[in-house]
């Protein structure tokens, strides 16, 4: 069963700091590159960070760089996302999703598998 479960979601005041934890199944994490994307309420899906199998080789959206730092442990199966010096505008329902890795891997819309999402809410 392919299972992505988001948790560390929450209320915090703009400014501070949470980490998202995304733990995932063993099927769907070794050779799987794992993402961070975001929906605040009527606005699209948008991506926010990524980060390839080997752990090597990240990515992250301009709006985020600098603030969020995603990261794996694979003897764990978890990835996370630590978000500091959020902004009221980080409020949104964050998913995790994972998409086999290939040499050519790049971020993108239609991952392999999604997470339900956890609501992280940013007051000002």
């Known amino acids: 069963q392919v299972q992505l479960v988001e948790s560390g979601g929450g209320l915090v005041q703009a400014g501070g700091s949470l980490r998202l934890s995304c733990a995932a199944s063993?099927?769907?994490?070794?050779?799987?590159?794992m993402a961070w994307f975001r929906q605040a309420s009527g606005k699209e899906r948008e991506f926010v960070a990524a980060i390839r199998w080997t752990g090597g080789t990240t990515y992250y959206a301009d709006s985020v760089k600098g603030r969020f730092t995603i990261s794996r442990d694979n003897a764990k199966n978890t990835v996370y996302l630590q978000m500091n010096s959020l902004k009221p505008e980080d409020t949104a329902v964050y998913y995790c999703?994972?998409?086999?890795?290939?040499?050519?891997?790049?971020?993108?819309?239609?991952?392999?598998?999604w997470g339900k999402g956890t609501l992280v809410t940013v007051s000002s």
């Open positions: 999703a994972a998409d086999l890795d290939r040499p050519s891997w790049a971020p993108h819309y239609g991952m392999d598998y």
């Open positions: 063993r099927r769907t994490f070794r050779n799987y590159a």
